[in-house]
């Protein structure tokens, strides 16, 4: 790798991932000047720069050294990291994102009776990850032929060129719509922070390591939630034992009411309605429960 003090993180021109990764970064603190070219931004605070590619490209690019990380989908990475060559630098999946949620599947027709992976053996079934199908199918020791296409992969049991599919699926409706339906998942995917193995040895390991840390304060706010309520004291303890996860809640005096507490605390997840029920069941009124927008702990 050629020595370089800025680092850069390649992540889709346009798809999916791109609103929720430019979202994340910025949350990060970084923000950039887009070039005219729309293939390049600068990195005006930090010296992290920004290359906007398609998905596809953002492995490669990794293990060729252009940029350090990229944001993409696990399904792209694992599918690189299963067909490229051996000289080719190992890669990493740094951090899961939490967003540009799929799953790897395979889909046969309506009428085909599926039971398990055996029922695949010599079928045609088209994908755009024989990598992962390939691994899956030797796994279970099913020996199958591996139709790969670009895109389209849905349309090829229709028109005769597959017996079924493999391909990546959401809320299902592009399947309902072919007459095809989901039988098994190979894998659930989200979108990830892929980076080098081995992480270079001069500044950018420094500002990856920096990125890395205000990363996870992100995430782990992103999915903070502050819960407040008001509790008598001697629901106390049944209530502290409904709470969800997290530190210790925060007791406060509530002004002309000794007999009530006012109770904050810092849950890791979101709190459902049930929970919610729950906790007033047990004694608790004026709930609250509130995003958290930044920590520091
Ligand atoms: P390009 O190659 O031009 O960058 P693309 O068409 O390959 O774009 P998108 O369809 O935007 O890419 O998907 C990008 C990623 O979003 C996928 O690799 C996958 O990880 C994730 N994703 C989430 N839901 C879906 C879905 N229903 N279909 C396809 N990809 C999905
Ligand atoms: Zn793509």
């Not at 085909?112 to 055996?118: E, I, K, L, V």
């Not at 810092?266 to 004026?286: D, F, H, N, T, Y």
Request: net charge negative.
């Amino acid at each position: 790798m050629k020595p370089r003090d800025r680092l850069r993180i390649a992540m889709q021109k346009s798809g999916r991932l791109t609103e929720p990764a430019l979202e994340l970064l910025k949350r990060c603190g970084l923000t950039f000047r887009q070039s005219r070219d729309k293939l390049f931004c600068f990195g005006e605070g930090e010296p992290v720069d920004l290359l906007l590619v398609r998905d596809d490209d953002i492995p490669g690019l990794i293990a060729q050294g252009v940029c350090e990380l990229g944001i993409v989908g696990r399904n792209v990475l694992d599918e690189f990291r299963l067909t490229a060559g051996r000289e080719s630098e190992p890669l990493a999946e740094l951090r899961p994102l939490g967003f540009g949620r799929c799953r790897l599947s395979i889909a046969v027709p309506q009428e085909f009776d599926y039971s398990g992976p055996a029922q695949l053996a010599a079928r045609r079934i088209a994908t755009s990850y024989p990598g992962l199908l390939g691994a899956w199918l030797r796994e279970h020791g099913v020996e199958a032929g591996v139709v790969t296409l670009a895109g389209s992969v849905e349309i090829a049991p229709k028109l005769g060129t597959a017996d079924a599919i493999c391909d990546l699926v959401q809320s299902g409706g592009t399947l309902v719509a072919n007459q095809l339906r989901e039988v098994d998942v190979l894998l659930e995917s989200e979108a990830v922070l892929a980076g080098p193995q081995n992480m270079p040895a001069d500044e950018r390991g420094d500002l990856i390591a920096l990125l890395l840390k205000r990363l996870d304060g992100v995430i782990q706010v992103r999915e903070s939630r502050l819960l407040l309520l008001q509790t008598p004291r001697a629901a106390l303890d049944a209530v502290t034992r409904l709470l969800p996860g997290g530190p210790q809640p925060t007791l406060l005096p509530v002004a002309g009411q000794p007999d009530q507490l006012m109770l904050q605390a810092l849950c890791a997840g979101e709190v459902s309605w049930r929970q919610l029920e729950e906790i007033k069941k047990a004694g608790a009124r004026e709930m609250f429960v509130l995003p958290v927008e930044k920590m520091l702990a």
